[in-house]
């Protein structure tokens, strides 16, 4: 939980001097969508933050991949019981292949493996934040949050999230957690910061707003696949044959998932 405060506190600090504009209206903004905004940050920070940090203590991160991959399914599901979406038979088929296609990437290519996957408490956890996604994914979406420019939007989340998981962070130490202290640490916290957090939820924040929450969801699946390929590249890891499979899987899946919103795009831009 000190990780995920000090990478989102880390996160707002950085973004503040960029919302000059915003200042006239910034606690207008904080007052009349609190409610909403802290619904966010808690889903955002303190639920897939802070939650998945500790559920990776106790579960495998072969399990904690599988299981978080789960995300775009929660967010169709709660898209059509809670607000009757119609999922087209594509987008359905597509996010599955997806879900296959990571397989093959966390089992290393032993499909035999699952029979041996054993879960726990960190696995309920990363359940329990895979479903949180989903939310925060939907809440997105709503008129409250779709009205606040995206810059601002994202920096209000993480400072909302902050505040709420900085009581736990308090605990955690007096419990005797641990906080980072070499430079090693403060250098890799830096890079979560800037990658992770600002480039990366600032992108699918702007996804969402686009795409919607399902086929802005689908997309998470390339995150296995993008793994891989930064550690070939900056780790010397070998490239093996399943991760070709998952890639193929992955990829087509997800490019089946959004084929339909291509040609909506492609139809609109005729029409204009």
């Not at 072969?62 to 898209?79: G, H, K, Q, R």
């Not at 699952?114 to 994914?137: E, H, P, R």
């Not at 906080?179 to 090693?184: E, G, I, K, R």
Request: net charge positive; aromatic share 12%; with cysteine.
């Amino acid at each position: 939980f000190a990780t995920a405060f000090i990478r989102w506190a880390a996160a707002v600090l950085i973004m503040l001097p960029f919302l000059y504009r915003y200042w006239p209206t910034l606690f207008s903004t904080l007052r009349k969508n609190a409610g909403l905004l802290f619904s966010l940050g808690f889903m955002h920070i303190v639920i897939c933050g802070g939650v998945v940090y500790w559920s990776l203590t106790y579960t495998t991160a072969s399990n904690a991949t599988l299981i978080y991959t789960t995300s775009p399914l929660f967010i169709i599901l709660f898209e059509r019981v809670f607000a009757g979406r119609k999922v087209a038979n594509r987008e359905l088929i597509g996010i599955l292949i997806a879900f296959v296609g990571v397989m093959p990437i966390v089992l290393r290519g032993d499909l035999g493996a699952i029979a041996d996957l054993q879960f726990n408490k960190g696995d309920l956890g990363m359940l329990a934040a895979s479903m949180a996604f989903a939310v925060y994914s939907i809440l997105l979406r709503k008129n409250g949050a779709g009205a606040i420019p995206p810059m601002l939007l994202f920096t209000l989340v993480a400072l909302a999230g902050s505040l709420l998981v900085l009581p736990i962070v308090i605990w955690e130490i007096a419990q005797g957690g641990m906080l980072p202290h070499t430079t090693s640490a403060w250098s890799k916290l830096a890079g979560v910061t800037l990658i992770a957090s600002l480039a990366n939820y600032l992108a699918f924040q702007h996804s969402v707003r686009i795409f919607g929450p399902p086929l802005a969801g689908t997309v998470l699946y390339t995150s296995s696949p993008a793994s891989i390929m930064l550690a070939v590249i900056f780790l010397g890891e070998d490239f093996r044959y399943y991760h070709a499979i998952g890639f193929v899987l992955v990829l087509g899946g997800v490019i089946l998932a959004t084929l339909r919103l291509g040609s909506i795009k492609k139809t609109g831009v005729s029409k204009t």
